[in-house]
């Protein structure tokens, strides 16, 4: 009777339930996160500090450079006003060598005038900087007579080709008075900083979990 007992209650056993619902499939965003303990807490560190990055470069080169490049393209503007007027004023050659020494020593310009010459009816050709936009609103705002920038002619020179009633005057400066070596090296310093930073933190981490 005991074994008729336990067969019956083996044959009434129910079978193991399983859940009607499907697994939770893990979003896209999860899969891509570290699954370790060292990787989020790494994560937690690096995200603030990307962050960090982006806002200081983001206001730093929409202030600060913008507002740099735009005072040295109208300090340009202005030397190159300035010249053309002397040279408008300059009643013999020995007046116009005057000014294209005073040009090169003072605002390290060269100066000619290109005699009998027309200038080019033709866009500004511009390079894909900034500055060079800038320099030309500065020029528009102080030259009233017309004029031609280049600054893709040559790789470290730029030309301004303005027209006198003789001739065309073309002045040619250094690409270096339209930027600014401060900006690199902000840049660099926050870089690298943040890196110097991320990799004492990470070594902390490592060895505390």
Known sequence: MCCG???DANMTASPPLESDTPPRKQGLIKRFLPKSLLGRTLLII????????VVSGYV?????WDKVSRRLATSVAGDVASISALFRRAPDAETREWIRSLAFHRMEMRVELQ???ILPNQPPLLSFDRADGFLVEALSAQLDKPFMVDTTSLEKDIFV???HGDGVLQVTTTRKRLSSSTTYVFVIWMVGTSMILF?????FMRNQI
């Open 161 to 163: 080709l303005v027209q």
């Open 115 to 117: 005699i009998g010459e």
């Open 46 to 53: 690096v995200t603030p500090l990307i962050l960090l990055q």
């Open 5 to 7: 007992l336990t067969g």
């Open 60 to 64: 730093f080169y929409e202030n600060h």
């Open 199 to 203: 990799g004492v933190a990470t070594l």
